[in-house]
């Protein structure tokens, strides 16, 4: 009798040691977490829902107009190259090219970045030689690699041919007398992208909800904060707010087995100290825009995660490591708008 009742007093004090365990556990578990969102607020900040700019304020009939014109491939030399050929919004704006090809097949010099989130950076392209979305979309139509059009006014000239866009451009800009220019193009175009931004399961734990991520996603959360990841890739486009070199502690081709050196700054600034200098890339929807790096070189996220580690930071992380850095950067795949994704009916010649 007496054997079986201390029996069941040691079975009721391992439950309760166990117990106990258990909830020291899941509270400091939950401590953890709560530590980890509130290091993540102050990185990362907040998504804004669209990317403003006081120049060129966003309205309905520029957005409309610039989405337009963002698939209009007849103000391009041949006639087939619209800004959807390199950046289709469907596949997260990037063409799964190492390099695109534009009109007449002419390669162009780097890899297409993604145009989902990327109004809220520094500036435009890899080595920064864009002021702004507009300031690139301006260039574009002009650029021998892109649309390849041989003036800003053979540009013009096409779109008054085209009579739907008189009426368009009215709409978008109605205080101009003439409002068909290329400046407003760009600022058309410039406002839609303004408005591309893809907010994610990663934004909806910054907004407080622990369980937007899954403990793995948590963990790479960890050591991509911990690994220093954040130095360069921070904010609330997780990047595009700096300029750094590109092979840190070792040239960078070492390890992307790149076919080409690229310069990347030096050939804006000629300041040797920026050599090998690019723009900090956003890492939102980094998940969708293989292949990486300025030149395509490196197909496997996986890769990249393991060489920005080795290159950039002078750490080998371990497969868990990236594996986990991966998950979190995979939640950074976001939801692209609605709106965005149908493709609009274009002017008609007459
Ligand atoms: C032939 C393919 C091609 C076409 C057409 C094209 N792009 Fe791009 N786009 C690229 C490439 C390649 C880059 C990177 C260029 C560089 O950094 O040197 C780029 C870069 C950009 C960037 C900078 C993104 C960043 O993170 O820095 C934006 C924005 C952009 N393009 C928008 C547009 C718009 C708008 C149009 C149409 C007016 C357009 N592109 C037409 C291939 C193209
Ligand atoms: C010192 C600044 C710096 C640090 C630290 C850094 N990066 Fe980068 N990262 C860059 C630059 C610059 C590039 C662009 C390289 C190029 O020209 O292709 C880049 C590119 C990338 C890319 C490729 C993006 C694309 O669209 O092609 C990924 C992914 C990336 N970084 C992830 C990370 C991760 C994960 C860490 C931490 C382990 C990290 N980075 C640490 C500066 C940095």
Redesign the pocket.
């Given at each position: 009798m007496q054997k079986v009742r201390r029996g069941s007093k040691n079975v009721l004090t391992i439950v309760v040691v166990l117990l106990s365990i258990f909830l020291t556990h899941l509270l400091s578990a939950d401590d953890e977490d709560a530590d980890l969102l509130k290091k993540a607020i102050n990185i990362f900040g907040t998504l804004p829902q669209a990317m403003t700019s006081e120049k060129n304020p966003i309205t309905s009939e520029k957005v409309k107009l610039g989405k337009i014109?963002?698939y209009e491939t007849r103000i391009?030399v041949g006639g087939t190259?619209?800004?959807a050929?390199?950046?289709p919004i469907g596949l997260y704006a990037t063409?799964g090219l190492r390099?695109?090809?534009?009109?007449h097949c002419k390669v162009?010099?780097?890899?297409?970045?993604?145009?989902l989130n990327?109004?809220g950076?520094i500036?435009?392209?890899?080595?920064g030689?864009?002021k702004n979305?507009e300031d690139?979309?301006r260039q574009?139509?002009i650029g021998p690699?892109?649309?390849g059009m041989p003036s800003y006014e053979a540009v013009v000239k096409k779109l008054k041919e085209m009579k739907g866009y008189g009426e368009l451009f009215k709409k978008a800009f109605p205080i101009d007398n003439d409002p068909i220019t290329v400046d407003n193009l760009a600022k058309a175009?410039g406002a839609f992208?303004r408005t591309l931004v893809t907010p994610s399961h990663f934004d909806s734990f910054l907004k407080g909800d622990i369980t937007a991520l899954n403990r793995k996603e948590k963990g790479g959360l960890k050591t991509y904060i911990e690994a220093d990841c954040i130095m360069c890739h921070s904010g609330p486009y997780v990047g595009?707010q700096m300029y750094e070199t590109f092979g840190i502690f070792e040239p960078y081709w070492k390890y992307t087995k790149s076919e080409q050196i690229d310069e990347g700054r030096y050939v804006v600034t000629k300041n040797d100290a920026d050599q090998y200098v690019f723009?900090v890339?956003?890492l939102r929807n980094v998940g969708k825009t293989a292949p990486y790096f300025?030149d395509g070189s490196v197909d496997k996220l996986e890769n990249a995660v393991w060489i920005m580690g080795k290159i950039q930071l002078g750490k080998d992380l371990n497969k868990a490591q990236v594996e986990e850095v991966v998950a979190f950067l995979k939640s950074l795949t976001g939801i692209i708008p609605e709106d965005a994704l149908k493709i609009p009916l274009l002017p008609s010649m007459d």
């Open positions: 014109l963002f391009s190259v619209s800004c050929r390199c950046h063409d390099k695109s090809i534009g009109n162009n010099p780097r890899n297409a970045p993604t145009i990327a109004a950076q500036s435009a392209h890899w080595i030689n864009r979305v690139q979309a574009s139509v690699p892109s649309f175009i992208e595009g723009k890339p956003i300025h």
